[in-house]
């Protein structure tokens, strides 16, 4: 398996690439293999059933409404972000959905999108079932999907093969860890990101590649752009959102930096909590490598594009290429699953190619690179994902921003060494992963363990 960069960073919606964009796609590929089967115009009835960490945190993370997106045939990154709530509100008033917009049927939500939080499928804690029936109740198609992390989806079949078997593609320079990436390196005398860009050029033109990692580039500064103009409450929790007042008072205050170089950090915080806010109420993101981490990666190139002298759109594309050859390290040899390992696997993840991203714009070398990836993970082992009430903001949003100057620490203390360190980036992804396994699934995106239970939220939550 090779994860490319143009899938680890994909445009999506929030608030939660495993449990709103892996299930919309799971929802919709199943609706369009009954339809590829001819049994479209049979079926009456489409039944969901939701598992384990899908089950606990889905009504917060918008899993239910993603499973009718997905039925309704739409794609994460088509759908109409404002009109997705009267879309909803349609189908449960009417107790209809028009399945791909072709086939009318009766929905009850009860019966049919079940959330069963304390049952669990076999392979992944983030299960889904799906079932079409025909009038006389009979079985016209049944599939099993699991969302494994960062908006990626498998099938009951593809779980059960070996996630590492031998490509059918092959990569002029393949890596399967952080030593092979640096041999290639060493071998080609090249950075990590014209290795990550050559084996990318098997399957994509090098003017794709780089076109379409400045269009992601573009849809992470529109999302600063409306989280730094949107203000009020977040629905689901009395969450007030801070870019928007953040951002006014740094730009009525730039003076401020000519007295506190720190000021950097403040705008630093501010593109985090921009993308997270964002990502919060269900806005356009990008999967970087997921949505509760969505805006690390964003933050961190915001600071490169408008902080760092002689910024430019090849930067740009590099550092994507860089983050994108961590991020397959993590994915592929550990996870980036919240509801698997824990925020380790997002924000761990995410700030680790971030730092290496940032590293190699800034001059590294490859070994300074990988360094800086390993600091940053290092520092992120342990973390657990204890979304208060399910939702993705407290403490998702300010531990985004958290991890973002983290990253940016990482890569400077790794450029003031000579790539030499004692822990190796591959052992650290090791550690994330069994660290991970030991961890109780209350830490796990369940809701049920940490802040999630020691913050009491009765009389904080309301309606969505």
């Known amino acids: 398996m090779s994860t490319s960069v143009l899938d680890l960073f994909n445009i999506g919606i929030g608030p939660s690439s495993s449990h709103t964009v892996g299930p919309m796609r799971a929802a919709r590929d199943f609706i369009e293999n009954v339809e590829k089967a001819g049994n479209l115009p049979k079926t009456v009835r489409v039944v969901t059933k939701l598992y384990g960490s899908l089950g606990a945190t889905g009504r917060g993370h918008g899993s239910d409404t993603a499973v009718l997106l997905g039925l309704l045939g739409a794609c994460p990154r088509g759908v109409d972000v404002e009109a997705i709530p009267d879309m909803i509100a349609d189908i449960r008033v009417r107790k209809n959905i028009s399945i791909l917009g072709k086939q009318d049927i009766h929905f009850e939500e009860e019966t049919d999108l079940q959330l069963l939080p304390r049952e669990r499928l076999d392979f992944h804690p983030n299960g889904m079932e799906f079932w079409a029936y025909a009038e006389c109740g009979e079985e016209l198609a049944r599939a099993i999907y699991y969302s494994i992390g960062g908006g990626f989806i498998v099938t009951e079949h593809e779980a059960e093969m070996d996630h590492f078997e031998e490509e059918v593609v092959k990569h002029p320079y393949p890596f399967t860890s952080a030593q092979e990436l640096l041999e290639r390196c060493g071998e080609t005398d090249r950075p990590i990101s014209w290795v990550m860009l050559e084996n990318e050029k098997v399957t994509h033109s090098e003017e794709h590649i780089r076109t379409s990692l400045l269009e992601i580039w573009e849809v992470m500064k529109e999302c600063v752009q409306r989280g730094c103009s949107r203000g009020g409450v977040m629905p689901g929790l009395k969450v007030k959102r801070r870019a928007a007042e953040l951002y006014k008072q740094l730009s009525t205050k730039a003076e401020a930096a000519l007295t506190d170089p720190l000021t950097i950090l403040d705008w630093v915080n501010l593109y985090a909590l921009a993308v997270n806010e964002e990502n919060a ?19 961190v190139l915001h600071y490169y594009a408008n902080f760092v002298p002689g910024a430019n759109d090849d930067g740009i594309v590099r550092f994507l290429l860089t983050a994108g050859a961590v991020g397959r390290l993590f994915k592929e040899n550990a996870s980036i699953s919240g509801a698997e390992v824990g925020c380790q696997g997002e924000v761990g993840s995410a700030c680790s190619m971030a730092a290496a991203g940032l590293a190699e714009v800034l001059g590294g070398t490859p070994e300074q690179v990988e360094n800086a990836a390993e600091i940053a993970m290092e520092h992120n082992l342990g973390l657990t994902c204890d979304p208060i009430g399910g939702l993705v903001q407290v403490p998702c949003i300010e531990r985004n921003a958290m991890a973002s100057i983290k990253a940016i620490n990482a890569a400077r ?18 550690t994330m992963r069994i660290t991970g396994r030991d961890m109780q699934s209350k830490y796990k995106e369940t809701a049920e363990g940490g802040l999630a239970v020691t913050v009491p939220i009765a009389a904080t939550v309301v309606d969505c």
Do not use: M, Q, S
């Open 413 to 430: 203390l790794a450029l003031k060494g000579d790539g030499e360190h004692f822990v190796t980036l591959d052992k650290v992804i090791r």
């Open 281 to 299: 109420v269900g806005g356009r993101v990008v999967t970087a490598p997921t949505n509760g981490a969505a805006g690390i990666v964003p933050a």
